[in-house]
């Protein structure tokens, strides 16, 4: 696997490494002796998928609140993704970064989001389907979110938001969400 830290601390663009020979290729996808000697979340406690139909689709941007936070490795596989990690940490060097990627079926790659980031994705296709691998398990009452177009952010999504659903829209922005 090819680690590549990005602009947010603790977030990290993760390719796998192609093992090819004729019959196509092999590739380790997961090792958690390679994400623990990053500083990363290396426990693995749930597996989510899901499928979005149009292009143009916004979900996010969510995170939870401790002591229910999780790190999340993102993955698309179907279709392709903007796959976007804010730091919303007060005491993060990066507090109030972003960093966005593309995120397909083609690329294989994936995103790494660390506990306590705010976390989107905007769809680049129909039929786009993307698998979360979490450190956490799900807790509804900690569930929270904020406006993917907060300008505290200022995330250049690189489309049009066409569907987004009523949840995700009523988010508070980041300063309204801190308090």
């Given amino acids: 696997m090819i680690f590549r830290e990005t602009t947010v601390a603790g977030a990290w663009v993760i390719e796998p490494e192609l093992l090819t020979d004729e019959r196509g290729f092999f590739a380790r996808i997961w090792d958690t002796d390679e994400f623990a000697m990053r ?3 290396a426990q693995l406690v749930q597996c989510s998928l899901s499928y979005t139909r149009a292009r143009g689709t916004l979900r996010g941007l969510h995170y939870q609140v401790p002591p229910h936070e999780e790190g999340k490795l993102v ?3 179907a279709g392709a993704v903007f796959d976007v990690a804010v730091d919303i940490r007060p005491d993060s060097a990066t507090f109030r970064r972003w960093f966005g990627i593309e ?3 083609e690329n294989r790659r994936a995103l790494y989001v660390p506990e306590r980031c705010a976390h989107g994705l905007l769809t ?8 979360y691998q979490m450190s956490g398990f799900e807790a509804p ?3 929270r979110g904020v406006r993917f177009d907060d300008p505290a952010f200022g995330i250049e999504w690189p489309g049009p938001v066409v569907v987004i659903n009523d949840r995700d829209r009523s988010y508070p922005d980041f300063e309204g969400a801190a308090s």
């Fill in 141 to 143: 009452e900690a569930a």
């Fill in 39 to 41: 500083g990363l979340n």
């Fill in 75 to 77: 993955r698309c596989t």
């Fill in 103 to 105: 995120l397909s079926a």
């Fill in 124 to 131: 680049l296709t129909d039929d786009s389907q993307v698998l």
